[in-house]
């Protein structure tokens, strides 16, 4: 019996969580793939709140919560009173400079440019201290990246007059934080949350409590969300945390009539497994994804080579009908290739009845993905002295 608590103690320490499969490890520098069942664990586990119908009709412009691929959400309450009251609010996020945009990177790029829209100052940081501590790569190596990386996502549509872009190296309030609430934390803390990491992704993490909470620390408490997938729920509950308990003390006997900090909200999308079928996209496996600087011709294999949800033969395929839920090419149309909901749902309902053929879907596919990366690089290529001036890189 007394192993057996030690056990279930060490299982809850490194937040290792047991389902099916062996294991799931939330860690996000190098998650598992994550499914439906392990998020409906986490969510419970972690206090995640789920999108209700009646929030996701508030953002129903936003195509990621009406296709249902942001599930999960911390203090969008917040968002939704600034909005409705016309308050300022913010969306934060950004990226780490170790390597041009991949399907992965977009999904994340195109929320905020959806929150933007609807009405947030955007806050985008070039996470190069965290390329640094994770893959080694020196700042001014990392230059180019984040030249590369910034100008994708003002093709992708981000507006820079209606945001702030820093790189975290350069920029003094993020890493005053981390000094600030360095205070409140210690060992057992941060490797209850990340396991035993190089010390340096610790200090990194601390940068990004910086990273989330300077649109309130440079413009005044505002609600704020931070899109992510479900792997990086563990910086979002450090930063909740920290901050909570940072600004509670730093209040404590005043009166405070407005919020004097907003704690941090949150998104949580699913995350995309690899093109091929494995459980995730890597680098170690070229196959799983593609880069947008990569050769149409490469681009166009890999989306050929794509798992589908069809049958072992056309005969099959009509009587049976297609799995588009375990179709990558459905799942790529569905968070960034195919804008026209209606034309989604028919694809759907086709393959489910045997109607629509892998080989024709395929083609589709290709199409969409080729004309789409051909037209976001001739944007990205005119974006390219706007985005190293904005980064004041020569």
Same mark, same amino acid.
């Given at each position: 019996?007394?192993?057996?608590?030690?056990?279930?103690?060490?299982?809850k320490?490194?937040?290792?969580?047991?389902?099916?499969k062996?294991?799931?490890?939330?860690?996000?520098?190098?998650?598992?793939?994550?499914?439906?069942?392990?998020?409906?664990?986490?969510?419970?586990?972690?206090?995640?709140?789920?999108?209700?119908?009646?929030?996701?009709?508030?953002? @129903?412009s936003?195509?990621?919560?009406?296709r249902? @691929?942001?599930?999960?959400h911390?203090?969008?309450?917040?968002?939704i009173?600034?909005?409705?009251?016309?308050?300022?609010?913010?969306?934060?996020?950004?990226i780490?400079p170790s390597?041009?945009?991949?399907?992965?990177?977009?999904?994340?790029?195109l929320?905020?440019?959806?929150?933007?829209?609807?009405?947030a100052?955007?806050y985008?940081?070039?996470a190069?201290?965290?390329?640094?501590e994770?893959n080694?790569i020196?700042?001014?190596?990392?230059?180019?990246?984040?030249?590369?990386?910034?100008?994708?996502?003002?093709?992708?549509?981000l507006?820079?007059?209606?945001?702030?872009?820093?790189?975290?190296?350069?920029?003094p309030?993020?890493?005053?934080?981390?000094?600030?609430?360095?205070?409140l934390l210690?060992?057992?803390?941060v490797n209850?949350i990340?396991?035993?990491k190089?010390?340096?992704?610790?200090l $990194?993490?601390?940068i990004q409590v910086?990273?989330?909470?300077?649109?309130?620390?440079?413009?005044?408490?505002?609600?704020?969300v931070?899109?992510?997938?479900?792997?990086?729920?563990p910086?979002?509950?450090?930063t909740?945390d920290?901050?909570?308990?940072?600004?509670?003390?730093?209040m404590?006997?005043?009166?405070?009539?407005e919020?004097?900090?907003?704690?941090?909200? $949150?998104?949580?999308h699913?995350?995309?497994?690899?093109?091929?079928g494995?459980?995730?996209?890597s680098?170690?496996?070229?196959n799983s994804?593609?880069?947008?600087?990569?050769?149409i011709e490469?681009?166009?294999?890999?989306v050929?080579?794509?798992?589908t949800?069809g049958?072992?033969?056309?005969?099959?395929?009509?009587?049976?009908?297609?799995e588009?839920?375990?179709?990558?090419?459905?799942?790529?149309?569905?968070?960034?290739?195919e804008d026209?909901?209606?034309k989604?749902a028919?694809?759907?309902?086709?393959?489910v009845?045997?109607?629509?053929?892998c080989?024709?879907?395929?083609?589709?596919?290709?199409?969409?993905?080729?004309?789409?990366?051909?037209?976001h690089?001739?944007k990205?290529?005119k974006l390219?002295?706007k985005?190293?001036?904005?980064?004041?890189?020569?």
């Amino acid at each position: 019996m007394f192993y057996f608590v030690v056990i279930l103690i060490i299982i809850k320490h490194y937040k290792i969580y047991f389902y099916k499969k062996e294991y799931v490890n939330m860690d996000p520098w190098s998650s598992d793939n994550i499914d439906d069942d392990d998020i409906d664990r986490i969510i419970k586990e972690f206090g995640i709140e789920v999108v209700s119908e009646s929030v996701r009709q508030k953002f @129903i412009s936003n195509r990621f919560f009406r296709r249902k @691929i942001i599930f999960g959400h911390r203090s969008l309450d917040d968002i939704i009173k600034a909005i409705e009251s016309d308050k300022h609010w913010a969306v934060m996020s950004g990226i780490k400079p170790s390597g041009p945009f991949h399907l992965g990177t977009l999904t994340t790029a195109l929320e905020i440019v959806e929150f933007q829209k609807m009405g947030a100052k955007a806050y985008y940081c070039i996470a190069d201290i965290e390329s640094w501590e994770d893959n080694g790569i020196p700042y001014e190596e990392a230059e180019e990246s984040a030249v590369d990386n910034l100008a994708d996502i003002l093709a992708l549509g981000l507006d820079p007059k209606k945001s702030y872009i820093w790189r975290q190296s350069k920029e003094p309030i993020v890493k005053n934080v981390c000094f600030k609430v360095g205070r409140l934390l210690t060992q057992n803390m941060v490797n209850a949350i990340y396991g035993e990491k190089p010390f340096g992704l610790y200090l $990194a993490a601390l940068i990004q409590v910086g990273d989330i909470v300077l649109p309130q620390l440079m413009d005044g408490p505002q609600p704020t969300v931070v899109p992510v997938g479900i792997d990086q729920d563990p910086h979002i509950r450090l930063t909740r945390d920290l901050t909570r308990r940072y600004y509670k003390e730093k209040m404590e006997g005043k009166k405070i009539v407005e919020p004097a900090f907003f704690l941090p909200g $949150a998104t949580y999308h699913r995350l995309l497994p690899g093109l091929d079928g494995t459980d995730k996209m890597s680098k170690r496996n070229p196959n799983s994804y593609f880069t947008f600087n990569e050769p149409i011709e490469s681009i166009t294999k890999k989306v050929r080579g794509a798992l589908t949800g069809g049958r072992r033969n056309k005969k099959e395929q009509q009587e049976l009908g297609g799995e588009p839920q375990k179709c990558m090419i459905y799942k790529i149309l569905m968070y960034h290739f195919e804008d026209d909901d209606e034309k989604l749902a028919e694809n759907f309902e086709q393959c489910v009845k045997g109607e629509l053929l892998c080989g024709e879907c395929k083609k589709n596919a290709v199409e969409k993905v080729v004309s789409f990366i051909e037209a976001h690089e001739e944007k990205k290529e005119k974006l390219v002295d706007k985005a190293r001036k904005i980064l004041n890189i020569e």
